[in-house]
């Protein structure tokens, strides 16, 4: 069975920066040519997409809300995938997820609104950002 284990997030003051990282098992699982989102749920609100990024064809889309300001990466020798987040507003508050799927590209907004297409989440991770 596929887990996806979080980490990074925490606190941070406004106009910081934060990393979230995931990793995957069992060891042979690979993050190559798979499309790796990153969603976020603050509290009283819906889940949000904000990030997908194809390890099979390199695109990428971002939510509007955090366009040039976080940075999707795949790193297949480490096996490990990140979300950089920088000039953080409270906004950003939520909690954050990965998640992970294979047979589509991030090329539309599509890869964002279908949570269903993504086959494995981590298990969430607490960013806060205060005033």
């Known amino acids: 069975e596929v887990q996806v284990v979080q980490s990074g997030g925490g606190l941070v003051q406004a106009g910081g920066s934060l990393s979230l990282s995931c990793t995957a098992s069992?060891?042979?699982?690979?993050?190559?040519?798979?499309?790796i989102g990153w969603f976020r749920q603050a509290p009283g609100k819906e889940r949000e997409g904000i990030s997908c990024l194809s390890d099979s064809d390199g695109s990428t889309h971002y939510a509007d809300s955090v366009k040039g300001r976080f940075t999707a990466s795949i790193d297949n020798a480490k096996r490990t995938v990140s979300l950089q987040m920088n000039s953080l507003i409270p906004e950003d508050t939520a909690v954050y997820y990965c998640?992970?799927?294979?047979?589509?590209?991030?090329?539309?907004?599509?890869?964002?609104?279908?949570?269903?297409?993504?086959?494995?989440w981590g298990q969430g991770t607490q960013v806060t950002v205060s005033s």
């Open positions: 998640a992970v799927g294979h047979g589509f590209d991030c090329r539309g907004r599509s890869s964002l609104s279908f949570s269903a297409w993504y086959d494995y």
């Open positions: 069992p060891s042979d699982f690979s993050f190559a040519d798979r499309a």
